[in-house]
């Protein structure tokens, strides 16, 4: 026999992070599906200066699409399951750290100019300081 306490635990939940977390994988559950259906046009219209780190490689912009497909189900994960929030979300602050870092050293050794700093900004360091804030926040809970 389950207690209450296990069956809510288990049961799909959207509070407020469930909510949070339900829009953060389907931001990158688009971003996938668009790098995995359409790499050159992602490539190309995505409003991040992409080409600015060198030629398209569909391969690796496919292969990149597929971290993000698997980002999405973490966080969707996530969303509806609570007591999965605190490892899906650490997984994903640990991959948007890291690649925040990239960018950084890149942009600080001068692969790229400084505007990319704030070009950067919105879709790169600011999704990683909000999965670190989010995932600090469940695991307090």
Known sequence: ???????????PALDFWGIVLGVFSLGNFANAIWMLASPASW?????????????????????IGAIYLMIAVG????ALQP????????SVA?????HALVHVLDTMR????PEHW??????????AILLTFITWKVAQR
């Open 1 to 11: 026999m389950t207690s209450r306490s296990e069956t809510a635990a288990s049961t």
């Open 43 to 63: 490539y190309e219209n995505l409003p991040a200066g992409v080409p600015d780190f060198g030629p398209l490689n569909e391969h690796f912009v496919r292969d």
């Open 75 to 78: 966080l969707a994960v996530a």
């Open 83 to 90: 007591r999965w929030r605190v490892p899906a979300c650490s």
């Open 94 to 98: 640990a991959y948007m750290i890291l």
């Open 110 to 113: 001068g692969l790229v100019g």
């Open 118 to 127: 704030m070009i950067d900004l919105p879709g790169v360091y600011i999704p």
